[in-house]
């Protein structure tokens, strides 16, 4: 599986962006589905995920700093995840990843390029 993650850029506080991320192969629904940031001299940190379309049960989890703000989803279909972005703060500047994971979030098998956010006015 490859991941290319998109959607990046520059945003005044307040606003919004969209992240996706495109996966390649047919596989992609087996896979928990996670975004993640690191900020400048930061370690990198699980920003939300969502099940996989095997699991009994449709799931999302977000790091309390983006609860209410943030919504992942994803496209089987399309073989696609999304981060929407609500209400950005500065402290939201990082660099994002997605990632697929197998069986539990913490079993990271691929990890996309990153694309940088960038929260300023």
């Known amino acids: 599986v490859q991941l290319q993650a998109s959607g990046g850029g520059l945003v005044q506080p307040g606003g919004s962006l969209r992240l996706s991320c495109a996966a390649s192969?047919?596989?992609?629904?087996?896979?928990?589905m996670g975004w993640y940031r690191q900020a400048p001299g930061k370690q990198r940190e699980l920003v939300a995920s969502?099940?996989?379309?095997?699991?009994?049960?449709?799931?999302?989890n977000y790091a309390d700093s983006v609860k209410g703000r943030f919504t992942i989803s994803r496209d089987n279909a399309e073989n696609t995840v999304y981060l929407q972005m609500n209400s950005l703060k500065p402290e939201d500047t990082a660099v994002y990843y997605c990632?697929?994971?197998?069986?539990?979030?913490?079993?990271?098998?691929?990890w996309g390029q990153g694309t940088l956010v960038t929260v300023s006015s």
């Open positions: 969502i099940s996989s379309r095997t699991s009994s049960r449709a799931s999302t």
């Open positions: 192969g047919s596989i992609f629904a087996i896979y928990i």
């Open positions: 990632a697929a994971s197998y069986g539990t979030i913490s079993d990271v098998r691929y």
